[in-house]
């Protein structure tokens, strides 16, 4: 069932469709009859998980643009689940805008979200939806921050934060230390701020329970505050004490962990110490979320998410904007870039598999 697929047959790409996600996705887009074509820049690790779902097959690389074009050529949509994507978002969005396909992806890199929202006014001239940020990062934060913002239109701040259960893929561990050197970020007065790493720490409640949680670089200080304009943002994920204080004495090295070859170091040694979510420990761990909106008078919106395991969630709503792109009537509300919710409405989180809306207030 592998080879080349004539690019006019072509209808969407699953790009990285042999990574940990990327398989996931392709296991699902399958059932669901979705059929994409699988590509990645590994040729025998693609073809041999085409030959097992019976899909078509295209390797390609991203450091040669005109074989990356004709890959995409002729496609609806490519989504791009091939970290980490600050190397690698902008060949395929380049390939993309360029033959005219949707672009979505599961990032949650602050910078690659930049970079996308800054080719916005090229997607909007070439009719391409630019929708980065599809999976776990960022479709239940982006949501919540949605809902709040109808909640309480006149907020002058944000508050995320969630706690995930099951662990890290290698792929995901490799890309935050690839962002160790960066610091943290929040928003002040609508513009991005660098802070040190876990800056801040907050206590949130999950039931009658408190977590402790510090801030990170969440990908919502850029996308929430596309989605909702409010000016001060911050994401926090639940963290032990322990944990809390190492992120803090790594602010004392941190010039040292933006040199590439510490990153490759501390990569190297993660790839031989991370061990993927089984598929029994993605079904028994969840993640749950917070969102607080406070407006200027003191004024408070919350609420909270229950939702499955992030790579289950990535996969369920990375699908769902997939499908709903495919479904050409009717067309995306806008082209160039757009949020999770700006695509697919705010309350899209609350319709995927497993996902509750615990409390509103």
């Known amino acids: 069932m592998t080879g080349k697929m004539p690019a006019r047959d072509v209808k969407w790409i699953l790009y990285g469709a042999n990574g940990y996600t990327g398989t996931l996705v392709a296991e699902e887009a399958a059932r669901r009859g979705l059929r994409p074509v699988l590509s990645g820049r590994n040729r025998e690790a693609v073809e041999a998980l085409a030959d097992r779902l019976g899909l078509a097959a295209r390797p390609c690389g991203l450091h040669d643009p005109t074989a990356l074009r004709e890959l995409v050529r002729g496609a609806t949509l490519v989504l791009h689940c091939a970290g980490p994507f600050s190397a690698t978002s902008g060949p395929m969005l380049?390939?993309?805008l360029a033959e005219g396909a949707h672009y979505l992806d599961i990032?949650?890199?602050?910078?690659?979200?930049?970079?996308c929202h800054a080719r916005s006014g090229t997607g909007e001239a070439r009719r391409v939806c630019i929708a980065p940020g599809v999976g776990f990062d960022v479709v239940p934060t982006d949501g919540a921050a949605?809902?709040?913002?109808?909640?309480?239109?006149?907020?002058?701040?944000?508050v995320l934060a969630f706690e995930a259960g099951g662990g890290p893929s290698?792929?995901?561990?490799?890309?935050?230390?690839?962002?160790?050197?960066?610091?943290g970020r929040v928003r002040r007065g609508g513009e991005l701020v660098t802070v040190p790493l876990a800056y801040r720490t907050r206590t949130f409640l999950r039931g009658n329970t408190p977590r402790t949680a510090m801030t990170i670089p969440w990908g919502d200080v850029f996308t929430a505050f596309i989605t909702t304009g409010i000016p001060d943002i911050e994401a926090y994920i639940?963290?032990?004490?322990?944990?809390?204080?190492?992120a803090r004495r790594l602010n004392w090295i941190r010039p040292l962990l933006g040199?590439?070859?510490?990153?490759?170091?501390?990569?190297?040694?993660?790839?031989g110490s991370v061990k993927p979510p089984s598929s029994?420990?993605?079904a028994r761990t969840n993640a749950h979320i917070w969102g607080e909106a406070t407006a200027a008078d003191g004024r408070v919106a919350r609420l909270e998410l229950e939702t499955p395991n992030g790579y289950e969630l990535t996969v369920t709503a990375s699908l769902g904007v997939v499908e709903r792109l495919l479904n050409r009537n009717p067309e995306p509300p806008r082209h160039g870039y757009v949020t999770p919710s700006q695509l697919m409405g705010a309350d899209y989180v609350l319709g995927l598999p497993g996902v509750t809306l615990v409390s509103r207030s």
């Open 146 to 158: 949605a809902m709040l913002k109808q909640a309480l239109p006149d907020a002058t701040s944000l």
């Open 259 to 271: 040199i590439p070859a510490v990153t490759r170091f501390i990569q190297s040694r993660l790839e």
């Open 280 to 282: 029994a420990t993605r």
């Open 170 to 183: 290698v792929g995901t561990a490799k890309t935050g230390a690839q962002g160790l050197g960066k610091g």
């Open 238 to 246: 639940t963290a032990s004490p322990k944990a809390i204080a190492n």
């Open 107 to 115: 990032t949650g890199e602050i910078d690659v979200f930049a970079a």
């Open 94 to 96: 380049d390939a993309c």
